[in-house]
């Protein structure tokens, strides 16, 4: 993309309504717009962030054997009525009435309609196990909509649902959503911890949430500072298998890590002083246990073995994808702007032109755009007739990971200079070993 042909609305000033970094450098570099309290429009720039999240999600449910539908927003409050939840969600579901004077409601989440679909078409444990999930906007009429994305009114969630006819099956369900959300999150640059929680108006006691540590996170939470250097990693998982599974949930949640709902200061004290800590973090996530709760109130069954008829266990299992791209700028920025790990940067380089209209360097800049957009790569090139100072301003604040600076100082010497967002440093080598670099750097063929 060429920054002269592209939609960047940047902003000069900070806005003063923003109060945390994430929403501030959000509006700063034009990637979302509000609509109203708590709903946003997403510009270019942002729109592509939230498209990454959500194609890493979407990866990382497929290689877990999930499988993927799409539900309708608006939905017949009959179905919640079966549930008994209709009355129970309370103000923050938005109720509204269509011409025929039926009441209509915006998903917060999707159990009740979900469970309908499985209910019509699913008879036997023959067809078990079973996870669907979609991703799809949410409402939730949150009493103080703030902090941008990150507690919206309308939001982008990833929301799966296993059946399963045993219990047994169903935590495996449970684990494997564990392992598939550690790599998920990982993929986008992220720690995110799971913490014992409360499981609120969803129901059920088996409940993790995932949480990023952060200052300006909503949650209060308390952990073994050991847990924290656990990595996921690379490793290759059977999600299939209950033991591998398991053992991974084992690893990540024997620590004591729990968010204040579920506190326990008595368990707490039991880990070294030295390894005690209480911090805020922001909820990424949540996966939920809670058995028969839906099926038996709608009558999900399956016939088993000998042919009874018995509720599915179930559970369910969110992301909060919208909110992540406010996540991960609280976890990766300075004082310039965002810092945009590699796995969900809206470009994957910047391509700054000191010397706009210098035959030499437009060339350099055109074939590096050329070389790298042959690599199927995303290059941002900085092609406005602006002083460098305000091109690299620019950029820091959008945060691309690397940056190729094209002059004609260091054409002579037959160089450009490639800089890392992260550590600031520079250095000097020829275009073919700049593209060389990025090209490893994403994982695409060298030159
Ligand atoms: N039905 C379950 C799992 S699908 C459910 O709704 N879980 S949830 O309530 O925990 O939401 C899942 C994730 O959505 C949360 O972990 C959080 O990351 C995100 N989320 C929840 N409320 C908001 C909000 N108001 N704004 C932005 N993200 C939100």
Not at 51 to 71: F, T
Not at 166 to 177: F, V
Not at 410 to 432: D, I, Q, Y
């Amino acid at each position: 993309m060429r920054l002269s042909r592209y939609f960047l609305p940047v902003l000069k000033e900070t806005p003063s309504e923003a109060q945390i970094v994430s929403h501030r450098y959000m509006l700063r570099a034009g990637m979302i717009k509000q609509a109203s309290a708590g709903i946003y429009s997403w510009l270019p720039l942002g729109f592509k962030v939230l498209r990454k999240i959500e194609n890493i999600v979407h990866d990382e449910q497929a290689r877990a054997g999930h499988i993927a539908i799409q539900m309708p927003t608006m939905q017949s409050a009959d179905l919640w009525r079966e549930s008994g939840r209709y009355d129970a969600y309370g103000q923050e579901m938005l109720r509204m009435k269509d011409r025929h004077d039926r009441d209509m409601l915006f998903t917060p989440t999707a159990e009740e309609l979900v469970t309908d679909i499985f209910r019509s078409h699913v008879g036997s444990y023959k067809d078990l196990p079973l996870t669907l999930y979609q991703i799809q906007w949410k409402f939730r009429d949150e009493i103080r909509p703030r902090f941008g994305v990150m507690r919206g009114r309308e939001f982008y969630m990833k929301d799966g649902y296993n059946f399963d006819l045993t219990k047994e099956d169903a935590l495996h369900a449970y684990n494997r959503h564990l392992v598939t959300y550690l790599r998920t999150y990982e993929r986008m640059g992220l720690q995110a911890i799971p913490m014992r929680a409360d499981s609120g108006p969803i129901g059920g006691d088996n409940t993790h949430e995932f949480l990023v540590l952060a200052d300006t996170g909503e949650s209060e939470v308390f952990y073994d500072a050991q847990i924290t250097d656990l990595k996921f990693g690379t490793r290759e998982i059977d999600y299939d298998s209950h033991a591998q599974c398991q053992a991974v949930l084992e690893e990540f949640t024997s620590r004591y890590a729990r968010t204040d709902e579920t506190h326990d200061e008595a368990l707490f004290n039991e880990v070294p002083e030295e390894r005690r800590r209480q911090a805020r973090g922001i909820e990424v996530g949540q996966i939920f246990y809670f058995g028969t709760k839906y099926s038996e109130a709608m009558g999900a069954t399956v016939a088993d073995s000998d042919g009874n008829r018995v509720p599915v266990h179930m559970g369910s299992h969110g992301i909060g994808v919208s909110r992540l791209v406010g996540a991960i700028i609280e976890a990766s920025h300075d004082d310039k702007g965002i810092i945009w790990p590699e796995g969900v940067t809206p470009f994957h380089c910047g391509i700054v032109n000191l010397k706009q209209g210098d035959e030499e360097a437009d060339g350099a800049c055109e074939a590096l755009y050329a070389s790298l957009t042959a690599l199927g790569l995303e290059p941002l090139y900085d092609d406005r007739n602006e002083r460098a100072g305000a091109k690299f301003a620019g950029m820091d604040l959008i945060g691309l990971p690397w940056r190729i600076t094209v002059g004609p100082r260091g054409l002579k010497n037959g160089v450009v200079e490639l800089t890392s967002r992260r550590t600031g440093t520079s250095e000097e080598l020829p275009p073919e070993q700049a593209i060389e670099r990025i090209a490893q750097i994403y994982g695409r063929a060298a030159v």
